[in-house]
């Protein structure tokens, strides 16, 4: 029998994100599993080639990550409740740190949103749940939103 110890819950504070963490709240207590809800926030490596301060970039990217974490607190104040949850955020390009933090902590399953874009906005955002499936050590699990 398939034995799933950690779930990654990997979140992005969009409304959608409330959908995934239902989900992940809803297999951990299925398996009484334990939940690690995880952000990552993006850094700004790729403006480093503008007339913008490293500096700057560096104390933007400081801002969003407190920001994040303020968020977090917040999240995880209103889901998993009920079962053992733990949360990280951390700052770097959001599907690399998900594969890194699901080998980490050790996940057996990462529970990721996917926001079904197609055409010109798949190419400029390309697809976070995409690259995580295709590289992830353990199964995923997309949530897509409903329309």
Do not use: W
Not at 77 to 105: N, W
Request: with cysteine; aromatic share 8%; glycine share 6%.
């Amino acid at each position: 029998m398939i034995q799933v110890n950690r779930i990654l819950c990997a979140v992005d504070f969009s409304e959608h994100s409330e959908k995934v963490a239902e989900y992940a709240e809803t297999l951990a207590k299925c398996m009484t599993a334990e939940v690690v809800v995880f952000y990552a926030a993006p850094t700004l490596e790729h403006y480093a080639g503008f007339d913008v301060p490293a500096s700057k970039l560096n104390a933007l990217v400081g801002d969003i990550a407190e920001g994040a974490r303020k968020s977090m607190e917040e999240f995880m104040s209103r889901h998993f409740k009920d079962v053992s949850a733990r949360s990280h955020v951390t700052t770097g390009y959001p599907s690399d740190e998900i594969l890194h933090a699901a080998r980490d902590f050790d996940c057996d399953i990462i529970v990721i949103g996917s926001h079904g874009r197609t055409g010109l906005n798949r190419i400029i955002f390309g697809s976070v749940a995409e690259k995580v499936v295709k590289s992830a050590p353990c199964p995923v699990f997309t949530v897509r939103p409903r329309s």
